[in-house]
């Protein structure tokens, strides 16, 4: 009995400081656990696609119930048709190909100039529009009826976007989800600073708000003055790089009027000199567009 007694102690002990040591390394792994602080987890910003860029264009060129796949199937259109027109005029493939490379590239370049020319005219507008907000706030007014209000006394091309601000204000009664829908139908840069202005403002809250706007409304009216002034002195750079490039193929199309001038370019090497006089066309425009027009803001407050 007395040798059992002694087994049973021996397992005992062995058993408590096993316990022990268990608890002292979990307290251990824990300090040095503790001192590890983990990184914040930073959500990566969204991609923007070309099809993101084409939307934009779209709304800012003012065609907002086109669509991206709409505007590249136009472009195939008329690439297909100018192809099938010129071929049946002239019986010249290359030739039929440059043509239809430039009818096909036709649509873009237009919903990009309408909507460089309003991105230019909105421009003019948003001081405005700043200051009408800044007006309300000053009367008293809450964020989402000073934002509705444009959409009657605001200028005359952002009333339609603040107008279904309100719209959407008084259906939902959720001021940050019109806010993002304000987004989408402006898609402007400076649209954007000013929905998040007034996104932070409406969350932090302060009596700045009114110091905020007039800073923006100031800032704008620099910018929009300072635009003018460049774009109509590197006017003449923009107007001299499209005349350049334009002055070779307004040529090549007079001659298209006779089949007979332009057998030359159904050969190879012929092909080949419509190929690298397109390829210099094009590399030159683009870096004296490059050279002479100003940068475009863009939206990296989506």
């Known amino acids: 009995m007395g040798g059992l007694g002694d087994v049973v102690a021996a397992v ?20 040095w656990w503790s001192a590890w602080v983990p990184a914040p987890r930073v959500d990566a910003a969204p991609r923007v696609t070309v099809s993101d860029r084409l939307r934009d264009e779209l709304v800012q060129a003012g065609y907002d ?28 493939v290359p030739v039929a190909l440059c043509f239809a490379a430039m009818a096909g590239y036709a649509p873009l370049a237009l919903v990009r100039m309408r909507a460089r020319r309003r991105r230019a005219s909105l421009r003019e507008l948003w001081p405005d529009a700043v200051d009408n907000i800044a007006s309300a706030v000053r009367a008293g007014l809450a964020l989402p009826e000073a934002l509705s209000q ?11 976007a603040f107008r279904a601000f309100a719209e959407d204000y008084r259906t939902t009664g959720r001021f940050h989800e019109s806010l993002d829908l304000l987004k989408v139908r402006l898609s402007d840069p400076v649209g954007d600073r000013l929905v998040e202005s007034l996104r932070i403002a409406r969350e932090v809250g302060g009596s700045d708000l009114g110091r905020l706007l ?48 332009i057998q030359a370019y159904a050969s190879p090497t012929g092909a080949m000199v419509l190929l690298v006089g397109a390829a210099v066309s094009v590399a030159a425009y683009r870096i004296m567009i490059h050279i002479g027009r100003l940068p475009e803001d863009e939206r990296v407050l989506r």
């Open 214 to 261: 007039r800073t923006l409304s100031t800032f704008l009216r620099e910018d929009s003055r300072t635009r003018a002034e460049l774009e109509t002195r590197q006017g003449w750079t923009v107007n001299a790089a499209r005349l350049a490039v334009a002055a070779p193929w307004i040529v090549l199309a007079m001659l298209c009027t006779r089949p007979e001038s």
């Open 65 to 92: 119930s086109v669509g991206p796949r709409s505007l590249v199937s136009a472009c195939f259109i008329a690439f297909g048709v100018v192809v099938l027109i010129v071929l049946a005029t002239t019986g010249v």
């Open 12 to 31: 005992g002990g062995s058993a408590t400081g096993t316990l022990v040591g268990l608890l002292l390394g979990c307290g251990l792994f824990c300090i």
């Open 150 to 160: 444009l959409g009657r006394r605001g200028p005359e091309e952002l009333r339609p």
